[in-house]
């Protein structure tokens, strides 16, 4: 690759780190906020999931403008936003402020998110993509590593409010950077026309939005809720009344024909069922780990911390892999190493060596750093897609993780109930059978989810070579 499209990428990779890196660094601090602001922790908890919340209502509708724009702009734009919020949050002294401008950052990470992608696979030839997608994730990786450690530094010398002062001097840098190396559009005295779906736009926001404040209050009261339940259906609708307002509308929010093509349509879902899986880690690991295994808290994380730091190393190799063997053929590989991984988890014991553990740990995330999602989607969009392209997959993203976290909890409770033959929602202390027996359970349909993942991708590799063919 040239020096300037490095340069692209580590501009654009910096900003994927600030937006990964404030998703994990605010969980850690909630506890200090609650009792600084004085408020109970089921409001806190708003301060991290309200930022999700708009960051998903929005990447459809930024992905849009910057296809019809300028990615590069609407990106530089999102890096301002997310930095002066970030001042707010840090200033801020009461919880209504922080939430506005919590709100106000999430708008800002959704412009980035939205057009990162688009920017790289614009910006790079074909043949070095998976490189230069790779450094990103590996790039944002880091930020999910460095979040609670640099929260933890923080907060042991200074208050909560510096976990969002943090990000405003590496945003400005950013921002700096970013306009000295970003191709800049021809100046023209024509204005580009802006086609916006505006009605489409409104019901695709009140969907996601609905259906992520249930799926997050539904974790508190219960899913069998009769609110909770009206709210699905509610979500339902609206989904339902969005796909006929964009196939009856001259110039749609999210072009519906994207998903005609089985190579997209497949890896959003492909990737959408991966970070489900992901985030089983994060729900099941540190109770097993802690509570099974006897670790304290602190070794815990540093037990924790195997999954990611090698995550960093192979997201790059399978970058470099996927740019000579291609992208499908490397998730294929990587899919069937993901059901090796999610096995080993389904029969682990704690009577077993720590080193089987650990074994697992590099085998998932060997086989998440190969599977090449990112350029399978992209690339299987045209080049005026590519905005709404990446946002799609960032929004796959997640939603994969919340469901993620919502099934998870949900399996290990339905195993552990079953174990008892009682209902169990909560970690059944004094009976670390039951929660193991729970864990083990919702590893064997991680399993399943994978080889699901396999028999899709096994077809598209069919459907690819016989469309070569013809």
Not at 60 to 72: E, V
Not at 181 to 186: E, Q
Not at 311 to 332: E, I, Q, W
Request: aromatic share 12%; charged share 10%.
């Amino acid at each position: 690759m040239k020096h300037k499209q490095m340069l692209i990428i580590l501009s654009v990779a910096i900003v994927s780190f600030l937006g990964t890196v404030d998703m994990s660094i605010v969980n850690t601090a909630l506890p200090q906020i609650s009792k600084d602001l004085q408020v109970p922790m089921n409001q806190a908890e708003w301060i991290s999931s309200a930022y999700l919340v708009l960051i998903c209502m929005s990447l459809i509708l930024f992905g849009k403008l910057g296809d019809q724009l300028s990615k590069a702009r609407i990106f530089q734009i999102g890096t301002l936003v997310f930095t002066i919020s970030s001042l707010i949050c840090g200033i801020s002294t009461n919880l209504t402020v922080l939430l506005v401008a919590r709100c106000l950052q999430g708008l800002g990470a959704s412009m980035t998110m939205a057009t990162n992608m688009g920017i790289i696979t614009e910006s790079v030839p074909f043949g070095s993509r998976g490189k230069a997608l790779g450094i990103n994730t590996t790039i944002g990786q880091l930020g999910y590593i460095a979040g609670p450690a640099v929260a933890g530094i923080i907060l042991s010398v200074a208050s909560w409010n510096w976990i969002f002062l943090f990000n405003v001097p590496i945003g400005i840098a950013a921002f700096i950077f970013g306009e000295f190396v970003y191709h800049k559009p021809n100046k023209s005295n024509e204005r580009p026309k802006l086609q916006i779906d505006y009605l489409g736009f409104i019901t695709l926001a009140l969907a996601i939005g609905i259906f992520f404040i249930t799926i997050f209050t539904g974790q508190e009261i219960g899913f069998h809720n009769p609110g909770i339940i009206i709210a699905f259906i509610i979500t339902a609708i609206l989904a339902i009344a969005f796909i006929h307002i964009e196939r009856h509308v001259e110039e749609p929010i999210l072009d519906l024909s994207l998903f005609k093509n089985p190579g997209f349509t497949i890896s959003i879902v492909a990737l959408m069922f991966m970070y489900i899986i992901i985030y089983f880690n994060n729900v099941l690991l540190p109770f097993y780990i802690q509570d099974n295994l006897k670790f304290s808290p602190s070794q815990t994380g540093f037990i924790m911390s195997v999954l990611p730091v090698v995550n960093v190393f192979t997201a790059y190799l399978g970058g470099v892999l996927c740019d000579k063997y291609g992208a499908v053929k490397m998730s294929l590989r990587a899919s069937i190493i993901f059901v090796i991984a999610e096995v080993l988890f389904a029969i682990v014991r704690p009577e077993w060596p720590l080193a089987i553990l650990l074994l697992g740990f590099v085998i998932f995330s060997t086989a998440n750093g190969l599977f090449q999602n990112n350029p399978m989607v992209m690339e299987n969009a045209r080049k005026d897609q590519q905005g709404v392209a990446g946002s799609v997959l960032a929004l796959s993203r997640n939603i994969g993780f919340t469901v993620g976290l919502s099934l998870a909890t949900s399996l290990l409770y339905t195993g552990m109930s079953f174990k008892a033959h009682r209902s169990i929602t909560t970690y059944p202390f004094g009976h670390d059978d039951w929660f193991l027996f729970g864990m083990h359970f919702t590893y064997w349909i991680a399993a399943i989810i994978m080889l699901i993942v396999m028999v899709m991708l096994i077809w598209l590799m069919h459907h690819h070579k016989n469309v070569q063919n013809q």
